[in-house]
């Protein structure tokens, strides 16, 4: 990918959501707001985020502490399988454990997941033109963070499976001309308090 100034993506999880999924909890709408207040003076060219409920209005609250930023809702931002491994590019001792997990993913769902995953990769990632840096900071859900890490780190496209993210969790990822690409942040935590940490994580990994 080509280009002249440092890209700097900023990514977050979605905060809490119902159990339904229509939105969030008091929880993820503080969550939510502590991750805005967080970026408040960060010079974004956009939010974007996916069209689900709970990442919309993750993103609503966010862009509610922040000034003059478009808000942008975008298919690409949304919350689909990146990319569907075959048996034998997994390790053999969690195999089947990750083929049981996208058993119920439909051959459309997968084609479609891999065609969006292409295009975030060609939106969100990558130098850009122009001489001024960009910020650009994308709501989305766990399997694109996931994806987009796995991609920065140059690790094989199954690996986006077993990278866990929390709610409102921020990852950080600066693309600079001529480098490879630089994971600055990961699932960082530090502007949620003790009690709204570790949500959307199994109970396994809660530390």
């Keep these: 990918m080509t280009g002249t100034a440092t890209r700097y993506l900023y990514l977050a999880r979605?905060?809490?959501?119902?159990p339904d999924e229509s939105g969030l909890t008091q929880?993820?709408?503080q969550q939510a707001t502590l991750l805005?207040?967080?970026?408040q003076d960060v010079p974004f060219t956009g939010v974007h985020h996916g069209p689900?409920?709970?990442?919309?209005?993750?993103?609503?609250?966010i862009h509610d502490q922040l000034k003059n930023i478009p808000l942008l809702?975008?298919?690409?931002?949304?919350?689909?399988?990146?990319?569907?491994?075959?048996?034998?590019?997994?390790?053999?001792?969690?195999?089947?454990?990750y083929l049981r997990f996208l058993a119920d993913t439909t051959d459309d769902e997968r084609e479609q997941g891999a065609t969006l995953a292409h295009r975030a990769l060609d939106l969100f990632t990558g130098p850009v033109?122009?001489?001024?840096?960009?910020?650009d900071l994308v709501i989305t859900h766990n399997f694109l963070v996931a994806?987009?890490?796995?991609?920065?780190?140059?690790?094989?496209?199954?690996?986006?499976?077993?990278?866990?993210h929390g709610n409102a969790a921020l990852t950080v990822i600066r693309y600079a001309p001529g480098r490879p690409a630089?994971?600055?942040?990961?699932?960082?935590?530090r502007h949620l308090p003790a009690e709204l940490r570790w949500t959307g994580f199994p109970p396994d990994l809660h530390i």
């Design 14 to 18: 979605h905060g809490e959501a119902l």
């Design 27 to 29: 929880a993820g709408r």
């Design 36 to 39: 805005g207040r967080r970026l």
């Design 52 to 61: 689900l409920p709970r990442a919309a209005q993750t993103a609503r609250l």
């Design 73 to 97: 809702v975008s298919e690409v931002a949304g919350d689909y399988v990146p990319y569907m491994p075959q048996g034998d590019e997994l390790p053999p001792e969690s195999a089947d454990f």
């Design 129 to 135: 033109d122009g001489e001024e840096d960009r910020h």
């Design 147 to 164: 994806w987009l890490v796995r991609d920065a780190m140059y690790a094989p496209k199954w690996r986006w499976l077993g990278l866990n």
């Design 182 to 189: 630089s994971v600055l942040v990961s699932n960082d935590m």
